[in-house]
């Protein structure tokens, strides 16, 4: 019997034994030109026969092949895994074994294949020799290993972008993939969402679940684009931007829905910021100019229909530049936050206060019954700031000065009630700060002078408007003029003179105080130069030194610069500063102070009584002489309480080593209670009217002339 090829489980050829037999004339040609590679191979592992397409899947010819050997072309692999396969043939434990491998090709390159392999045995079951079907599956080994290393790709990229990026099914809805990203962003495990895909939306913060829930149904019909809050197991909240698109086969269907999940809490909170920076104070939290003009029409609608009354109170701090100049920025800002923090205590719920710039707050006070309750606000407001503020270490005493206006008396337009208030504002601030003002219809004409008092103001030093007056100061003990008050006048065309407490305070708040202050200084010097030049005995000229000025940089080397320009001596010179400018920055205060007392010139504090500085405060400060002022004077014979603070300051002063000097005096009475009580000196009308320099040096002549006591009681010093 003819030997079979076993070739699965049929057999398909008998022969004889030889290769030539081996292959009948019918089934060599289909072996000869089949279009699988196809081989013999003898039990000794050598080629019996190959066929024309396997030689030509290696590059030889059929001759060439059948020399080699598979030995030869069948790679690394034939060594170690063709004598398993041979052997399981032999033993008949496999029929047939197939494997995929790679053959080396006559140029060196290597080929895949699949290959296999039966063992062909006699009629009485005795090998006799294998024949091996090959095919070429280099094709779709390299599809493979295309698709392997795209989706190897996918996986380094989704499994390492923090985006949450995810697939699913578009019909059954079966979630096939979900990066590590979701786990990372919410905690979740990532294998139980995959179980149990609807668990995603309890995730979802529970305001915007419907929302996700409903823009998932649209699917996959309409992709969806929103943006949703998820919320942590530990309860934070964080914002998540997420995009579902579908994903169509080669007909245009739908089968996938790819989606890509990411975090933008960042930018969200960036967007909420930029609102609450848009409507907000950065620096105190308090409403901003926008939300105020918010609030203030949601106010007035509401007034207007229960017929309340609501009242706009602006207000400014006084004097808080010179804080903001001597302490500088950071106390600043820690003081107006405080401010803010007292305002906001003074307030009721619902009603608003609004920080507008700088040291401006305005506030909107609603279910009003009339103005009263409005002063009794007011009033609220000025006590809260009676108390010093402590700010990095020091005690600032700050006031106040507020203006009214009230809806709907004044007026029912939001504009015009803030300007009506502003208005009123520095009304209050002109009638001596730390007070409030309701704005009247008259103050509008105010308002008006006040702005062209200040455009001819910025000219007057250029065009030399300015002069300064002089006031006399004598000596309580010998009755001889001990020097003059230089007091600043403003030569207004068409206005005459101006009084410095129409314009003084303008010009601390424009800061024209410094170069006027400068000019006050020289012009000073210039007269006492003068005075000596023809032959008049020296005056001492006291000057005076406002807040603004005393807080400019460098005052101390602008005074010595200007007393060298013009060779003064220092000893015909006297500051007089109030005492707040003193309260502010006490360190700064002192190192200045005693600066100039190093030059030699002479310190006193100016309208003593008026602030809130007690005498061992000053003992800090090397001052030599203290102006009790005028207010205390003017009464003193008729106010007991006026008559005992006057008493005692001066006693107290004198303990601290200190000169103390009278202001204001217009009366006999009133120079002899200061003098039985042992004040020093005293400067009034009762001596003297500031004047010109001119008729101040015709003054001194008369009553050097005139013998002593007088009526004035002042001989020339
Ligand atoms: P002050 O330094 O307290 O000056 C005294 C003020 O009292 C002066 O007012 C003076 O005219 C006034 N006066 C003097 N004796 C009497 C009196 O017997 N009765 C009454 N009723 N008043 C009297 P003035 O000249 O209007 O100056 C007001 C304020 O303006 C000054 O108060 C001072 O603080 C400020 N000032 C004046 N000149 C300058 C200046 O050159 N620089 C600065 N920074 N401030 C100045
Ligand atoms: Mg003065
Ligand atoms: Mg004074």
Not at 4 to 18: P, Y
Not at 39 to 65: C, I, P, S
Not at 275 to 296: E, K, M, Q
Not at 521 to 527: F, V
Request: glycine content about 8%; overall charge negative.
């Amino acid at each position: 019997m003819a030997p079979c090829v076993q070739q699965g489980e049929g057999t398909v050829m008998s022969g004889a034994v030889s290769v030539a037999d081996m292959v009948h004339d019918d089934f060599r040609s289909g072996f000869e030109h089949a279009g699988v590679g196809m081989a013999f191979t003898g039990l000794d592992d050598q080629y019996l026969r190959v066929n024309h397409k396997f030689a030509d899947m290696l590059g030889y010819t059929v001759d060439e092949l059948r020399r080699l050997g598979p030995a030869d072309v069948g790679g690394k692999e034939h060594a170690t895994g063709w004598p398993q396969r041979k052997r399981a043939l032999l033993t008949g434990a496999s029929r047939e074994v197939t494997s995929e491998k790679q053959y080396v090709r006559s140029d060196g390159t290597t080929l895949w294949v699949s290959v296999v392999t039966s063992l062909i045995a006699d009629d009485s079951g005795k090998p006799q020799h294998f024949i091996s079907v090959i095919q070429d599956i280099s094709a779709r080994r390299a599809a493979e290993s295309a698709l392997r290393e795209s989706e190897e790709k996918f996986r380094q990229l989704a499994d390492n972008i923090p985006e949450i990026f995810w697939i699913t099914d578009a019909r059954q809805r079966k979630l096939h993939y979900l990066s590590p990203g979701f786990e990372t962003l919410t905690g979740k495990c990532l294998a139980d969402v995959l179980r149990r895909p609807r668990s995603w939306l309890q995730v979802v913060h529970p305001e915007d679940r419907e929302r996700v829930r409903l823009a998932r149904k649209g699917l996959p019909q309409n992709e969806y684009n929103i943006e949703y809050r998820i919320v942590l197991a530990d309860g934070a909240v964080r914002w998540v931007h997420d995009q579902a698109f579908p994903v169509r086969d080669a007909n245009g269907d739908v089968y996938r829905i790819a989606g890509i999940g990411a975090d933008v809490t960042h930018r969200k909170e960036a967007e909420e910021k930029l609102v609450y920076l848009a409507h907000y104070d950065g620096l105190t939290g308090l409403p901003n100019r926008v939300l105020f003009f918010d609030r203030l029409q949601q106010t007035l609608a509401q007034a207007g229909r229960r017929s309340t009354v609501a009242a706009v109170m602006f207000l400014d701090l006084d004097r808080f530049k010179v804080v903001n100049d001597t302490l500088g920025h950071a106390v600043g800002d820690d003081l107006l936050r405080q401010v803010a923090q007292r305002l906001s205590a003074c307030t009721r719920m619902g009603d608003t206060v609004a920080r507008f710039s700088g040291d401006e707050f305005v506030l909107i006070v609603n279910d009003l019954h009339g103005s009263e309750d409005a002063r009794h606000i007011a009033q609220k407001v000025l006590l809260a700031f009676a108390d010093p503020f402590r700010v990095g270490g020091h005690e600032i005493f700050v006031s106040t000065s507020i203006g009214i206006s009230m809806f709907p008396s004044d007026s029912d337009d939001e504009q015009a009630l803030l300007k009506n208030a502003d208005t009123a504002m520095y009304r209050a601030k002109e009638s001596g700060r730390n007070n409030f003002q309701f704005y009247t219809r008259e103050m509008n004409a105010r308002a008006m002078y006040r702005l062209n008092l200040e455009n001819s103001l910025r000219h007057a030093l250029d065009r030399g408007e300015f002069h300064l007056h002089y006031q006399p100061k004598a000596c309580l003990h010998t009755g001889q003029v001990t020097g003059v008050e230089a007091l600043l006048r403003w030569e207004r065309p068409d206005h005459g003179l101006v009084p410095p407490a129409e314009f003084v305070p303008l010009l601390e708040d424009t800061g024209l105080i410094v170069p006027v202050g400068e000019w006050v200084l020289g012009e000073a010097c210039r007269q006492i130069a003068e005075w000596r030049r023809s032959g008049h005995d020296p005056v001492a000229i006291a000057i005076n030194i406002s807040a603004r000025q005393f807080a400019s940089r460098n005052l101390g080397e602008l005074i010595k610069r200007v007393l060298d320009e013009h060779s003064a001596d220092p000893r015909d010179i006297e500051f007089e500063l109030t005492e707040s400018l003193l309260m502010v920055n006490t360190e700064e205060a002192v190192r200045t102070l005693t600066y100039l007392k190093s030059l030699g010139l002479r310190l006193s504090i100016d309208d003593f009584g008026t602030g809130y500085s007690s005498l061992s405060y000053l003992k800090r400060f090397p001052i030599d002489a203290l102006k009790i002022d005028r207010s205390f004077i003017d009464e003193i014979i008729t106010n007991v309480d006026d008559a005992t603070i006057t008493r005692a300051v001066i006693g107290m002063a004198h303990n601290l080593g200190l000169k103390v000097v009278a202001e204001g005096v217009e009366t006999e009475a009133q120079l002899s209670f200061l003098s039985a009580n042992g004040c020093d000196e005293a400067q009034g009308y009762y001596f003297a009217r500031p004047q010109p320099a001119a008729e101040l040096t015709k003054w001194l002549g008369q009553v050097h002339r005139r013998p002593s006591p007088s009526r004035q009681g002042v001989k020339r010093a």
